[in-house]
């Protein structure tokens, strides 16, 4: 059983080679979750495992047994996007939209890997309690996400105007 | 016509919202009834025959439905290239119709099964043997004496104006130097898909990732001799394309496996069959020598560029193209070679020709501005010709001086210092580089439109074109709106089906003012006709389309007159709807006149003393491309263009192993495109002056902001290391010059 976006999903997961990734886009039907790469190379699976970024064609389904996954369809609200979607939209962070369910799961999972006191090779200190989200530390972070359209700047402002300060 | 345009509006894409909350359903997710999966099993060798193929093993392998090779695949034509304007393919080898062995690569089974897993499994089982022949592999031993191509792009493959050669020996300053630029791989992060389902032995719907819809259906009634109308291809959205989503071997391998299989196929290439099954962009060898007098005059401009096709294909990449637009000089020697080599076929990538092309170019001015001691900026606006330097016809839009300056103000040129290794930042050196940019204007012949407009007083634009990440939807619909006088959102554009009037491929920028032109069209059809239903007592009785214009959700007579609205138009008629349908006028326009989009790129760079790595910390475009219909966007394709710009200088390379012809790092984790780190905030700025001659006075934006960057990042690395690389990428060994 694993919890995607808040609903429990019994599927059976008869293969034991079958990728978290292949599960939500073929047995829960879910596109959100984009492949780019099956091998780790792009970003674009990246979805939360209780609360974590993880690359879900790295990850197998059979892993997220009893645990949680959220995807880019459940970041949202009450069928509202997520302010973190909506500066997407307003700073243009996406052309062809194949790597941004990817990049927005993944800036979710930044934001909390940041308040958590996880550092970066760019963090001034190790061991501090949190660090500030300077563009640079978004760069850095972010940089397991590609997007070959080069949309970068746009997704940088985008994380910068939801998440400087902290994230919610 | 709009009281209050919108066109020039940074409005917001109207796929936003289904992009960012994961809705958009690219072609793999598109659900199809009963659809079995695909898997290609690809050569391992670049040139021979195959001797035997065993799929015994294969064949048993759980969940399999269909094996197909060249001894069960049907009979197909050839796939017509796409400089034909008929088809979309880059290739003339026939797909699966022998044994011949033409690139490491090529596909020599297709796998049929249930799931995705099994065809993976099975396609590991067949066990091919190979009798090898020798592969022209080797490009360093098969350039000297390379043939020239028949034409490139439809143009002379040489340009020769006066004795080039004589001129730079007689030069007071020269410059003549060789440069080289590697094989890339477009890299879009959606990999090829399609899905193929038979509807009957006649018909059948494909799927698919494509920018080129209608030439792909029309590849397919040539291919499998079937009629257009019981073709269907369909493309909503594509996840990134740049030139390398057009018709390859996988689509019809689909097609012919669903064929075969007797239910719906999808096939989705693994990422490595992305790097080996379809072809990226030619390794280019380059000479160019530039001659000058002491005065600043170019006196001799010579072009040589040698590139590779696959076997069988016919696509010269146009390196000496912007050597043919940019610069004034007394004399001209432009050549063009192709080498044959066993690879897959090379094809279009952003700004073919022009990107890795003005790399030689761009970097040899200021090679040679360096020589003459003069700022390289300086010195190209020396060399502004007055016309068309190698044709004479006169530029419908040249702003380039303008653009230089401006340029050069925003980004501070002014400070930068021009001896090189003179600024350091502790550990980094620091340098600026300049290029110019330039891509022809392109309106390809051959777009169609339908307008409707109903009695709610809504229209709704039908073509069969594509958004790839351009904005196409938005972009349209804000033109159309302005077009038909009507308010934005009451204007609806579909595209992405062939059922849609036929489109142009998207390629060569040229997507946008095409669709436009067709858009014209199709509302003077629209209007001729809504004016024939008019009633005797109309304010319109008796108009022709020249004596109204449309406005306020209606058609009104000229200069202020009356008229009626389209509802109260239809409704008198008892319409529900109206539809007109239109062909693009031909593209005369570039006829009499030389049409280009330009720009300038500046760059700074820092440049590690210890590890030679360079890392782009300033980047300034400034470009001339007529007017902008929708500033957000079109900065975004800009940006887009500067990243990969960027990763050519300083780290993509396809690496084939000269041994055995094989892709060796066909992975996104060995091929290098740009990360977060290493772009830094893009600042991109436009003239904005409209260009007379083209529809809507825009010019393309997808390409040219590409061109220059290689080369303006190459010449920053001079300017702050003093060593000159003229071998791309940029990395950090040859900084160092180990
Ligand atoms: S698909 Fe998982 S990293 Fe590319
Ligand atoms: S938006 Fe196309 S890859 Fe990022």
Redesign the pocket.
């Known amino acids: 059983m694993i919890v995607i976006n808040g609903t429990p999903h019994e599927i059976a997961i008869t293969d034991p080679r079958r990728s978290l990734l292949d599960h939500l886009r073929t047995d829960a039907g879910l596109h959100g979750p984009k492949k780019g790469c099956d091998q780790g190379g792009c970003g674009a699976c990246t979805v939360l495992l209780d609360g974590r970024r993880v690359l879900a064609c790295l990850t197998l389904a059979a892993q997220a047994d009893g645990r949680t996954v959220t995807t880019v369809e459940g970041v949202g609200r009450d069928g509202d996007l997520d302010p973190l979607q909506e500066a997407f939209i307003n700073h243009d962070g ?7 369910p990817g990049q927005v799961c993944s800036a979710i999972g930044m934001a909390d890997e940041v308040a958590r006191g996880v550092p970066s090779r760019v963090s001034p200190e190790i061991g501090a309690a949190s660090f500030d989200l300077s563009p640079d530390e978004i760069r850095e972070r972010m940089s397991g996400n590609l ?3 080069g ?1 970068y700047n746009g997704i940088v402002a985008a994380i910068e105007e939801t998440y400087v300060g902290g994230p919610r | 016509m709009n009281a209050d345009p919108v066109v020039g509006r940074a409005v917001p894409r109207r796929d936003g919202p289904a992009k960012v909350s994961g809705a958009a359903a690219f072609t793999a997710e598109v659900p199809v009834e009963g659809t079995a999966h695909a898997k290609l099993v690809c050569s391992t060798v670049a040139a021979g025959e195959i001797t035997g193929i065993d799929l015994t093993e294969a064949r048993s392998a759980p969940g399999v439905v269909a094996i197909m090779t060249h001894h069960n695949a049907p009979a197909m034509r050839i796939a017509p290239l796409l400089i034909t304007l008929r088809g979309a393919s880059f290739t003339r080898a026939p797909v699966m119709q022998d044994a011949r062995i033409r690139w490491n690569g090529q596909p020599v089974a297709i796998v049929v099964a249930e799931t995705p897993e099994q065809a993976d499994h099975a396609a590991s089982l067949v066990r091919v043997s190979y009798a090898l022949a020798e592969a022209r592999l080797v490009f360093d031993d098969l350039k000297a004496g390379a043939p020239q191509p028949d034409h490139v792009q439809g143009e002379a493959p040489a340009v020769m104006i006066g004795d080039a050669e004589a001129a730079l020996r007689a030069a007071d300053t020269r410059v003549d130097q060789v440069y080289r630029t590697p094989w890339h791989t477009h890299c879009a ?1 959606e990999p090829h898909a399609t899905t193929v389902a038979w509807h009957d032995d006649r018909s059948l719907t494909m799927w698919d990732a494509t920018q080129a819809i209608t030439h792909s259906q029309a590849t397919l009634a040539e291919v499998f001799s079937l009629d257009l109308e019981n073709i269907r291809v369909v493309s909503q959205f594509v ?2 394309a740049f030139g390398n989503k057009m018709m390859w071997s996988h689509q019809i391998l689909c097609a012919a496996a669903a064929r075969l299989a007797q239910r719906p196929v999808r096939l989705v290439l693994s990422r490595s069959d992305v790097f080996r099954v379809t072809g990226g962009r030619t390794r280019t060898e380059q000479r160019v020598a530039l001659g000058a007098r002491a005065d600043g005059t170019l006196t001799a401009l010579i072009h040589e560029a040698t590139t590779t096709t696959g076997i069988s294909d016919g696509f010269a990449e146009q390196c000496t193209f912007p050597a043919r637009v940019l610069y004034g000089a007394d004399t001209f020697g432009i050549d063009q070679r192709v080498v044959e080599l066993h690879t897959p076929a090379n094809s279009s990538m952003r700004a073919p020709g022009e990107s890795v092309g003005s790399f030689a170019l761009e970097c040899a001015i200021d090679e040679l501005a360096e020589q003459l001691d003069v700022d390289p900026l300086d010195l190209r606006t020396r060399f502004e010709p007055a016309a068309h330097p190698t044709t004479g016809k006169p530029f419908s839009a040249r702003h380039l001086l303008e653009a230089y300056r401006l340029g050069a103000e925003r980004f501070g040129w002014a400070e930068r210092s021009s001896a090189p290794r003179s600024r350091r930042d502790g550990p980094w050196w620091i340098g600026q580089g300049v290029a110019t940019a330039t891509y022809p204007y392109t309106r390809m012949p051959g777009g169609r439109a339908s307008v409707t407009v109903s009695a709610d007083g809504h229209a709704t634009v039908r073509t069969a074109a594509h958004e790839m ?1 351009m904005g196409t939807a938005t972009v349209q619909a804000q033109y159309a709106a302005d077009h038909l006088g009507l308010p934005l959102d009451r204007v609806h554009f579909e595209y992405g089906d062939s059922r849609h009037p036929a489109a142009v491929p998207a390629g060569g920028s040229a997507q946008t003012v095409s669709i436009i032109a067709s858009v014209v069209a199709a509302t003077r059809a629209l209007t001729a006709e809504l004016l024939r239903l008019t009633s005797s007592d109309s304010p319109l009785a008796g108009a022709g389309t020249d004596d109204v214009e449309l406005r306020d959700g209606g058609i009104y007579l000229r200069d202020g007159g009356a008229g009626q609205s389209w509802p109260d138009i239809l409704r008198r008629a008892g319409r529900d709807e109206l539809t007109g349908e239109g062909a693009a006028s031909p593209p005369t326009e570039t006829a009499q006149h030389a049409m280009h989009s330009f720009g300038v790129q500046f760059c700074e760079v820092r440049v590690h003393d210890v590890t030679g790595e360079v890392r782009v910390s300033r980047w300034l475009g400034m470009f001339d491309t007529g007017r902008i219909i929708n500033p957000r966007t079109a900065t975004s394709q800009f940006r887009g263009a500067i990243v990969m710009g960027i990763g050519s200088a300083l780290s993509e390379e396809t690496i084939f192993d000269e041994r055995t012809g094989r892709v060796l790092n066909a992975t996104l984790a060995e091929y290098h495109v740009p990360v977060h780190a290493d772009i830094p905030p893009i600042e991109v700025a436009w003239l904005g002056h409209p260009d007379p001659l083209a529809p809507m006075a825009g010019k393309g934006v997808g390409e040219v902001g590409m061109v220059g960057v290689a080369a303006a990042v190459a010449n920053a690395v001079y300017n702050a290391t003093g060593r000159r690389i003229r071998d791309l990428p940029i990395t950090p060994d040859k900084v160092l010059g180990l």
């Open positions: 996406f052309q062809c939209g194949y790597c941004t997007c070959r359209c949309a | 992060i996840g990134g990440g």
